[in-house]
């Protein structure tokens, strides 16, 4: 036989067959992923993983209940359990368990009527218009207000098997459209981090500004305290660290500097209550200062969406929001 490449779109790294560079591609999707690089577009991905799928992304809705299921299989299961039949008759019940398992339409109507139609092919979002990109930016992701919920301290983390450092992209991540490619990103997180306001339960301030890093930072609108009893609007203070003068009269700012992040993060505690101390020496993961003594950590928050919603009365979610940053001592 002769030798096939199956070589990687993106990368361009070689497999030795169609299952390993399906491995390869599955770890840029999966819930536990490899972070978006810029090279391995989601979207793409997808394409070349469910090409030749009829049943992938087919969708229903349930005759009873209204609930919208993926995939055909739930939604047999969902409505034979629940027996949501809707208008449809009752009695057909014998017999469908039979039929569910030899595998083919077992339920009293016609799969077409349950089926939601979908679009052929991928939508092609890009295409629109920027304002109307900009309407649905505003949709999903301006919320009005992000309230972190107090958080633990930070957690080590280790890398995988392989030696990778996975990131957490849950189903229900409600900032997904962000990492479906860089464009995307870069137009999405203009508004995102410049429309919500930031609300803190703790003194965690530090670990969001140089996680999200200094571009998003600059972007930044109000970010506040939770507790009313103390000077609430923090945007002054932090702005006030994002140019830092050192003593001999050069600038810096917290991203690249140990002793404004330190200052930074002084200042934040003795203007709140403190429960536990953060550390002075906290890193962006791309940071190029590491020293031995830092210990890559992980950021767990609660986080509510939209506790105020300004602009589409939408209900407040309840999401996580995780940051990873290495920490020294
Ligand atoms: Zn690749
Ligand atoms: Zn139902």
């Given amino acids: 036989m002769p030798w096939h490449a199956h070589s990687c779109p993106f990368c361009h790294k070689q497999h030795a067959n169609k299952d390993a560079l399906h491995t390869h591609l599955e770890q840029y999707v999966s819930e ?7 090279a391995h577009d989601v979207l793409e991905i997808h394409k070349i993983l469910h090409a030749g799928d009829s049943n992938h992304g087919k969708q229903y809705k349930c005759p009873e209940c209204l609930k919208v299921i993926d995939t055909q299989k739930h939604f047999i299961a969902h409505v034979y359990y629940r027996k949501h039949y809707g208008k449809y008759l009752y009695g057909f019940e014998q017999g469908i368990k039979g039929r569910c398992q030899q595998g083919s339409w077992p339920l009293p109507f016609d799969e077409e009527a349950a089926l939601i139609p979908q679009r052929k092919g991928v939508f092609n979002f890009l295409g629109l218009p920027y304002d109307l990109r900009h309407m649905i930016y505003e949709f999903a992701l301006v919320f009005g207000e992000i309230v972190f919920l107090r958080n633990g301290v930070g957690v ?15 189903k229900s991540n409600p900032l997904s459209l962000l990492i479906v490619n860089r464009q995307i990103y870069d137009e999405g997180r203009r508004l995102f981090y410049s429309r919500n306001s930031f609300v803190f339960d703790s003194p965690d ?3 969001f500004l140089i996680a999200i890093s200094r571009s998003n930072a600059m972007l930044l609108r109000e970010v506040r305290s939770e507790d009313e009893s103390l000077h609430q609007d923090r945007t002054g203070l932090i702005r006030d660290f994002w140019v830092w003068e ?11 500097d140990d002793e404004a992040c330190g200052k930074l993060v002084e200042a934040l505690e003795s203007d709140s209550f403190c429960f536990a101390r953060h550390p002075r020496r906290l890193l962006h993961l791309n940071s190029d200062r590491l020293s031995p003594n830092d210990i890559r950590k992980r950021y767990n928050f609660n986080v509510v969406l939209g506790r105020r919603r300004y602009e589409n009365g939408r209900e407040a979610g309840i999401g996580k929001a995780s940051f990873e940053l290495y920490a020294g001592l």
């Fill in 32 to 38: 536990w992923r490899i972070p978006a690089d810029g």
């Fill in 156 to 170: 080590p983390v280790e890398p995988n098997q392989q030696g990778l450092w996975l990131q957490h992209n849950p």
């Fill in 205 to 207: 301030i530090p670990v």
């Fill in 246 to 256: 050192k003593e001999d009269g050069s600038q810096t700012d917290i991203w690249s």
